[in-house]
């Protein structure tokens, strides 16, 4: 690993990464770096296609690390990661992806993350993603995670994008059964003329199953994002959709919010607020002694943080 | 001294703001009042800047502020509890108080300033300034972040809306402390008797005017009589 791989590791994973329980570190389509646990299992599938893992019954904490760096120009890597998540098991997973593009090819990575979650397990999802360099070939991410939820298990699932991405569409899938709790937190941030676009499709099938995803994106100078979600109701449960976005400069931004109860007991909520910053904001951070510009950043800061 | 000079604002062809002229002085409490629409906060904003009139002019100790921006006002040292406090998705109670008083402060400090508005300052330290704030809480936490910068000129738009009856009491002692050690001007507008029997100087807006300015007892006889035998609304009530 040289002086690249550890600046674009740092940015997406944890400094610590040695204190992760297992991990798999993925260069330009190949694993060069795994540590394993005698709870938690990793194993490559065929021709590099990605990794399966493995977490114990009753594991009590578990910490894993999956980051992926890409740093060659033109790659198009596809990878699969299925998590196997046993009873009652309680784990941190950090996974993200960091390109490094300084040529003119195209670099894409796509993630395919499926999770099988047990009864009463319980994960711990924080994904990050961020591209650099001087070269105009495209970074272009394409993460679509699938979430299949036993009775009583609970996920949440941090999503991050600050910087650097020229093209991500993100999908998102889960079923959940009985009791079931996921909870999704994605920020996002586009400049220039970049172009996010994220969907999330979750059933809820079982009885008090229940989803909260919060959404707060702020889309800056030519760039342009979708937020699409689609939640249908399939039993008594409760689900809670927040869309919050911030434009400036020539940003632009579209929600295209669904709900579809099919069963009389599904309580289903939808909230969307799509507008610049609220002008009584800056005036307020500005009456403080803030500058215009010291309020902007200030807001959008917290407003990600 | 903070000289308001014929000051006047003009929207959808109303005189908001009607020729205002006003001399407030270095240590001395004012109280404005007058009736819903006299153009109370409209003055406020003026003086602060977030607002521009289309006449007039405003001196601080001697120099015209008229063109300074909020941000530069706020420098020269200006601060403003506004009416509807703001609230901020992500930013804490303790973010704010670290920009009001402009440096960085440790927590103790800021459940310090907390806990002179009334605030069980543990509790609200970390609490994000959003929807699940009320608006009593808000409304202690702005005149938390003005008290906090020490300011020279101190305005406080009706301080007491929706503060409850036992914190109420905890919020005269708050101005009354100012009345006492605030080597600046403090400026209050309210509706409150107790509020206007804390004032030096009482002045009384009406249609964009000033009506009248005296000192408190002799404006307390004028503004109690005239709301007992014309029920003007005035809204003076304890
Ligand atoms: N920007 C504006 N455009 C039009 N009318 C305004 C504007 N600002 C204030 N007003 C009107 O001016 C009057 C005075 O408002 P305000 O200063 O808020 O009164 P007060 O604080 O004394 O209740 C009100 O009738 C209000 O509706
Ligand atoms: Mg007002």
Known sequence: MNDIDQKLLNKISDKNIRKAHAYNIRKNGKSIKRQISPYIDIISKEDNKGIDIYVKENTLIGIVHIPVIITESGLTDVVYNDFHIGKNSNVVILAGCGV??????????????RFYLEE??????????????????????????EIYMQPGSNMTMDTTQIKGVDQTTRKTKAILDGNATLIINEKILTSDSQNATTVFDVELNGTNASTHVVSRSVATENSYQEFVSNVIGNANCYAHVECDAILKDKGKVKAIPQIYAK????????????????????????????????AEKLIIKGFLK | MLEIKDICFERDNKKILNHINLVLDETKFYVITGPNGSGKSTLAKIITGILKPDQGQILFNGEDITSLSVDQRAKKGL??????????KGLTVYDLLKIAVNKNIDKKDACNILS?????????????????????????????????????????????????????????????????????????ISHQER?????????????????????????????????????????INE
């Not at chain 1, 490094?100 to 395919?112: F, L, V």
């Not at chain 1, 397990?121 to 360099?133: D, L, N, P, R």
């Not at chain 2, 002045?203 to 003007?232: A, D, H, P, T, Y």
Request: aromatic share 6%.
């Open chain 1, 120 to 145: 009463d397990a319980k994960v711990k999802y924080i994904e990050k993603h961020y591209g650099e360099g001087i070269g105009n070939g495209k970074k272009i991410l394409n993460p679509l995670t």
């Open chain 2, 195 to 235: 509020i206007l029997r804390i004032a030096d100087q009482i002045i009384l807006l009406e249609k964009g005017q000033v009506k009248n300015i005296g000192n408190k007892n002799s404006m307390l006889k004028i503004i109690l009589n005239e709301e007992k035998c014309c029920q003007k609304g005035n809204k």
């Open chain 1, 263 to 294: 069963n009389p007991d599904a309580n289903l909520i939808h909230e969307a607020a799509i507008g610049k910053i609220a002008g009584e904001q800056l005036i307020k951070l500005m009456s403080l002694g803030l500058s215009e510009k010291e």
């Open chain 2, 116 to 188: 002179k508005v009334g605030l069980c300052a543990n509790e609200y330290i970390d609490r994000e300034i959003n929807a699940s704030l009320s608006g009593g809480e808000l409304k202690r936490i702005e005149i938390a972040t003005v008290i906090a910068r020490n300011p020279k000129v101190a305005i406080f738009d009706e301080p007491e809306a929706g503060i409850d009856l036992w914190s109420f009491q905890n919020l005269i002692e708050v101005f009354k402390d100012l009345e006492k050690e605030s080597q600046g001007i403090t400026l209050v």
């Open chain 2, 79 to 88: 601060a403003f509890a506004f009416q509807q406090p703001v609230r901020f």
């Open chain 1, 100 to 113: 490094h593009n300084d040529e003119h090819q195209d670099s894409e990575h796509d993630g395919i993350h």
